[in-house]
């Protein structure tokens, strides 16, 4: 097959949804599938709002067998807080009674500005489906949309809901915006990655038949001798164990306030951890952390962007992981701390009471509910043998049942119905 993957970012960016992605594209190219990605230049998540063209025109490169394709991401006049008001504007016009979807389309062409999009898709050539990622993100996936309508191709769309904690949560609002419904009930097939995102999809109306679960899958973990010392790197970044791990965007939404919050209330209760968070620092996070006493700082340490032996080491010498994110339709770290034997923390929104079991590998906890994260930190802390074998049991299900190799027999199936 010849298939166009559409989708706002692409690795090197950093993010689960485009670590996603391509893993799944490299997976159909071995299986001797054409692929082409045809996204965005960007590098980081700010490059979607920060002013002014990256690059003059699309770049195309081959990456193991992959096509793909970079046109440049310009941003968003008014930066940021621009663009937050821009997408309320959207969220609130969708709430309005009335057909808003052509207004809202055109809206949408800013999240992310991408102005060569279009004219790219219109010299891509000959493809037989063409398969859109990102909802949140969704002007790439909208134009995709169109591009297969003009071409009468098969579309197939993986969303990454994040349904937050709840249908009116925020977050949940960003994603299910009147356009955003219609293009998911226009799809030939909406592939999830967990059965709570597929439930939280038909909910909103979509046809059952059509709704997939075909889940995710992690890559081998680099061999130990490629991780730099476990010991030399607590000691060069300043963390003193126990060490709780963070990995994702240290923001309010991904949870990494509440988690700040909560390391913060067990050291006040006499407990000795520290918190390393491991990902970009959203603004929000910056203001919180300024506003910090210097002891709390010790103990809360945001370490920025680590490369994979750098991430791979400190959840080596990590205690847990914690992910009190209302923002993840997945959560692919979730996967990566079971590969170490490592238990983890979940918030009971989006797709991650989809991943974890209670009880069984990991905890849950409510979104935002800074007591009853550090009552399950501190009880893993306490609990070696518990926390032991939650962290071999994770190990276990990603052996048994999140290999690329399955989630690319899913996709390939739901590719092979809709032709």
């Known amino acids: 097959m010849r298939i166009l993957f559409i989708t706002p970012a692409f690795p090197p960016f950093v993010g689960g949804g485009e670590r996603y992605a391509r893993a799944l594209a490299l997976r159909l190219v071995q299986r001797g599938h054409q692929v082409t990605v045809l996204t965005s230049d960007a590098r980081e998540e700010r490059d979607f709002w920060r002013p002014g ?137 909406v592939l999830t990655l967990t059965s709570v995102e597929r439930e939280g999809l038909l909910a909103l109306g979509l046809a059952p038949e059509r709704v997939r679960v075909v889940g995710g899958g992690l890559d081998p973990l680099p061999g130990a001798d490629a991780w730099a010392s476990c010991a030399e790197l607590l000691q060069r970044h300043q963390l003193r164990p126990p060490v709780v791990a963070f990995i994702g965007r240290v923001s309010r939404d991904k949870g990494a306030l509440v988690a700040a919050e909560a390391v913060r209330r067990l050291c006040r209760q006499g407990n000795e951890v520290t918190l390393a968070l491991m990902g970009q620092v959203s603004p929000e996070f910056s203001r919180y952390y300024r506003r910090l006493k210097a002891a709390d700082r010790e103990y809360i340490r945001p370490l ?59 905890l849950l906890v409510p979104y935002g509910d800074v007591r009853a994260l550090a009552e399950a930190v501190a009880l893993l802390l306490q609990d070696q043998p518990l926390a032991q074998r939650m962290g071999q049991r994770g190990r276990q299900k990603v052996a048994s049942q999140y290999s690329w190799e399955a989630v690319c027999e899913r996709v390939l199936a739901a590719y092979n119905q809709v032709l």
């Not at 949408?108 to 102005?115: G, K, N, Q, T």
């Not at 790219?120 to 990622?133: I, K, S, T, W, Y």
């Open 53 to 189: 063209a990256s690059a003059e025109g699309p770049v195309e490169e081959r990456d193991e067998g992959l096509r793909i394709i970079r046109c440049p991401v310009t941003g968003f006049p008014a930066g940021r807080a621009g663009l937050l008001a821009w997408r309320k504007a959207m969220v609130l016009l969708s709430a309005l009674p009335g057909n808003s979807f052509a207004p809202l389309m055109s809206m949408a062409r800013y999240v992310p500005r991408i102005p060569a999009l279009e004219a790219a898709l219109d010299h891509l050539g000959r493809c037989d489906l063409v398969h859109g990622f990102n909802l949140s993100w969704e002007w790439p996936l909208l134009a995709g949309w169109r591009f297969a309508q003009e071409r009468g191709l098969p579309f197939v769309v993986t969303p990454f809901a994040h349904l937050g904690a709840g249908r009116h949560d925020r977050v949940a609002r960003n994603c299910t915006m009147g356009h955003q419904r219609r293009i998911l009930a226009d799809a030939h097939a």
């Open 304 to 362: 920025g962007l680590v490369d994979e032996a750098t991430k791979h080491a400190l959840l080596e010498a990590s205690a847990m992981l914690v992910l009190p994110s209302r923002a993840d339709s997945f959560g692919l770290v979730l996967l990566e701390a079971w590969a170490h034997g490592k238990p983890v923390v979940g918030a009971q929104a989006g797709g991650i009471p989809g991943v974890i079991d209670e009880g069984e590998d990991g």
